[in-house]
C-alpha cells in the first residue's frame, strides 16, 4: 500500500495544536457554527480561531459552508476520523 506522507503530514500538522484539537471536539458536538460562536464558546480570539479553522480547513479536517453572511463549520469525515484517534492518546 502506498501512502501519501505530504498529505498525512498536512493532516499532523492540521491537528497538532491544543486550540485546533478543542475546536474539532466542540464541531463533534456543535455543528455548523460560525467563527464568532466558536470564538465565543471556547473564550478565546476571533482572529485565532480564524487562523486555526484555516489550517484545519488546509488538512481537510473541516469543511466550510458559506450560509448568507457567515461561514459555518463542520467535521469533515475525515475529521472525524482523526479526533476519534486522538482520544486514543489520552
Known amino acids: 500500500m502506498h501512502m501519501d506522507f505530504r498529505r498525512v503530514e498536512r493532516?499532523?500538522?492540521?491537528?497538532?495544536?491544543?486550540?485546533?484539537?478543542?475546536?474539532?471536539?466542540?464541531?463533534?458536538?456543535?455543528?455548523d457554527l460560525s467563527?464568532?460562536?466558536?470564538?465565543?464558546?471556547?473564550?478565546?480570539?476571533?482572529?485565532?480561531?480564524?487562523?486555526?479553522?484555516?489550517?484545519?480547513?488546509?488538512?481537510?479536517l473541516v469543511l466550510k459552508r458559506n450560509m448568507d453572511k457567515e461561514v459555518e463549520h463542520a467535521l469533515s469525515r475525515q475529521g472525524k476520523l482523526i479526533l476519534r484517534f486522538l482520544r486514543t492518546l489520552e
Open 35 to 60: 467563527v464568532f460562536e466558536i470564538s465565543r464558546e471556547l473564550g478565546a480570539n476571533f482572529k485565532t480561531i480564524s487562523e486555526h479553522l484555516r489550517r484545519l480547513a488546509h488538512a481537510g
Open 11 to 31: 493532516i499532523v500538522k492540521g491537528c497538532s495544536n491544543h486550540r485546533r484539537i478543542q475546536i474539532m471536539n466542540l464541531l463533534e458536538r456543535q455543528p
